[in-house]
């Protein structure tokens, strides 16, 4: 059986085709907002250089035919819907500049809407992902390892501290 879910395999593949050219340029537009390009951003490396598209398509192609539904829904109501809820405006997200486009999913986040609010979250979960699969980020999110060897405290086993742990058999005739 191509193309559909093989009974009682439980294996995911998805009934939709690739993302569209529109798709991912939503995928690279959101994702851009959501974590800024340098010098804007906290990070030396733009989101959009690590091809979050391909990751965002990979991710579909992966995934059960409804949650593949469901992220390209995500894209959808984001580019398309969200400008229109937050901003008063028909514009999808494509035609705003860099920082309007940041205030629409800063107003995504701040709704009453509750579908808003999880949708910038499920977005920004999977721009995180893009972000970890890199050293450089990782390293910047973590800090540096030999600095934080530095903070931590050495425990030593004092002498004679076996001595004074009991077994819990020893324990019980001692309590007798």
């Known amino acids: 059986m191509s193309n559909a879910i093989e009974a009682g395999r ?10 569209s050219s529109i798709e991912a340029r939503w995928v690279d537009l959101i994702f851009a907002a959501i974590f800024p390009e340098p010098p ?21 192609r992966g995934a059960r035919w409804d949650h593949a539904l469901t992220l390209r829904a995500a894209l959808f109501v984001t580019a398309v819907l969200a400008p229109l ?15 309007t486009r940041e205030r629409v999913l800063e107003g995504m986040h701040a709704s009453r809407h509750y579908l808003f609010r999880q949708l910038v979250f499920l977005l920004k979960s999977q721009a995180a992902q893009v972000f970890a699969a890199r050293p450089v980020i ?9 600095a ?10 004092s002498p004679g501290l076996e001595k004074q742990v009991l077994t819990s058999k020893e324990r019980h005739e001692s309590a007798a």
């Open 138 to 146: 990782r390293a910047i999110v973590t800090g540096d390892a030999s």
């Open 85 to 99: 809820v937050v901003l008063g405006r028909f514009r999808t997200l494509g035609g705003l500049d860099v920082e």
């Open 10 to 19: 439980g294996e995911p593949v998805s009934l939709l085709s690739p993302l």
């Open 148 to 157: 934080k060897r530095e903070e931590l405290v050495s425990l030593r086993r």
């Open 40 to 60: 804007r951003g906290p990070f030396p490396l733009a989101i959009t250089s690590l091809e979050p598209a391909q990751f965002y398509a990979r991710l579909c």
